[in-house]
């Protein structure tokens, strides 16, 4: 059969998994999840070639993970199969997953040593947690950075950094290292009437300087800098706020849009990002365009999407911080009638596309960007495209989504594809 994707999720289903769901080899999503299916994986799930993502959460499968999971190499987005009975040790044949980006088989009765879990090098998101994995964890670059979170209910499981560290040595040097903490705290509060002095001159001094600095920056925002900032950013960024607000002049401008102005910005460490300043909101009208970028952007990574590094805010003002993209943008570069030679034209095409496809097929749920015009296609100093703008991007299972369709969508320069 070509069925390619299929969810019955949700829908009290019983019994065993049939052995016929082999038979759908065009398969490439399966689902489902929040049912009452039993028994054992057929092992006729090998036969699912296609599949980059299965989800057999919270049923009530039993029995150990056939081997002939392995065997499906395709699976690159996902595999969920938490809240399960599952037992027994993980098969070796899972280091064949090479390309799995998420797996979750947290709640099972599994057990026996995670090692063949450091094979699956594009792993992105882990959750193992309630089990009763035993031994050593992987030393691998991803478990390194693995929270303690994504294991909790294993015991037996053992660090092995430092030869091996297991679970119960860890609580007694963390509740050792609170300890040293309290001691250092105490020392630190013991001093601070000797610093009273010192702290309020610094106070003064600091109101004054603010006061200064939003003097100068006047021009840029008015009162409107001189409130207290959040900055939040979403990796780490050596530079602060006043180094970005220093940047917010007339001749940083590099583009003007229906949210915002775009500034570049130069930081002391010789960074270069982009800044959008969105344009005021009245009180009757909430600034969804900077809750969209924050809520898609901050979440999703893509060669052919814009990066949000983070995002700066105060009771006024809302700043939106970017990847700085040095070539400008499409429509600037239509309108200039430079010369483009067909392969030019192909590439830029090809990652406006890919970014495209990304957004509707590989994200779980679906991001509908609703504003893709030339304008929003940023371009690098190698021609290759990156789609930007993302305030009126909707994400396809929120609350407000069949609402938000019923409206009319896109900016100026924007026409929606015909139904």
């Given at each position: ?36 299916l039993s028994g ?120 092995s950094y430092d ?207 609703r504003d893709v ?47």
């Amino acid at each position: 059969m070509n069925l390619e994707q299929l969810d019955l999720s949700m829908n009290k289903l019983t019994g065993e998994m049939p052995a016929s769901f082999g038979n759908f080899s065009y398969l490439n999503k399966l689902i489902l999840s929040r049912n009452m299916l039993s028994g054992p994986l057929p092992r006729s799930v090998q036969n699912l070639q296609k599949l980059t993502m299965l989800d057999l959460s919270n049923n009530r499968f039993s029995g150990a993970i056939p081997p002939e999971i392995g065997v499906l190499s395709s699976l690159s987005i996902s595999l969920d199969l938490s809240g399960n009975r599952f037992a027994g040790e993980l098969p070796e044949e899972m280091s064949g997953l090479t390309q799995l980006q998420s797996l979750d088989l947290s709640s099972n009765g599994l057990h026996g040593s995670i090692s063949v879990l450091g094979a699956l090098t594009s792993l992105t998101s882990l959750n193992i947690s309630f089990n009763n994995f035993s031994g050593a964890i992987p030393v691998t670059p991803f478990f390194k950075t693995l929270s303690s979170n994504s294991y909790a209910g294993n015991p037996s499981l053992c660090e092995s950094y430092d030869g091996h560290i297991c679970a119960s040595d860890m609580v007694r040097r963390t509740t050792l290292k609170t300890v040293r903490t309290v001691i250092l705290v105490c020392a630190i509060l013991g001093s601070i009437t000797l610093l009273l002095v010192v702290v309020w001159i610094l106070f003064n001094r600091s109101r004054r300087l603010e006061g200064e600095k939003a003097t100068s920056l006047s021009a840029a925002g008015g009162n409107d800098f001189s409130y207290p900032w959040t900055f939040t950013p979403f990796q780490k960024l050596n530079f602060c706020v006043d180094s970005i607000l220093e940047c917010l002049k007339d001749e940083n401008v590099i583009g003007k849009g229906c949210s915002g102005v775009v500034y570049r910005a130069e930081m002391p460490n010789g960074d270069i990002i982009a800044v959008k300043k969105l344009w005021k909101t009245t009180k009757e009208e909430p600034i969804d365009a900077f809750a969209a970028e924050i809520q898609i952007l901050g979440h999703i990574r893509h060669r052919n999407i814009v990066k949000l590094l983070g995002y700066c805010s105060n009771k006024s003002v809302k700043l939106l911080l970017y990847n700085y993209v040095p070539n400008g943008n499409l429509q600037e570069l239509l309108s200039e009638n430079r010369s483009l030679d067909w392969d030019t034209r192909y590439k830029i095409a090809v990652g406006a596309a890919q970014g495209l496809s990304y957004l509707h097929h590989d994200c779980v749920p679906a991001i509908l960007h609703r504003d893709v015009k030339c304008n929003n296609i940023l371009l690098d100093s190698k021609y290759e495209a990156y789609l930007a703008d993302f305030g009126l991007a909707k994400l396809m299972n929120s609350p407000n989504y069949h609402h938000a369709m019923s409206r009319i969508a896109g900016s100026y320069g924007y026409i929606a594809p015909g139904k």
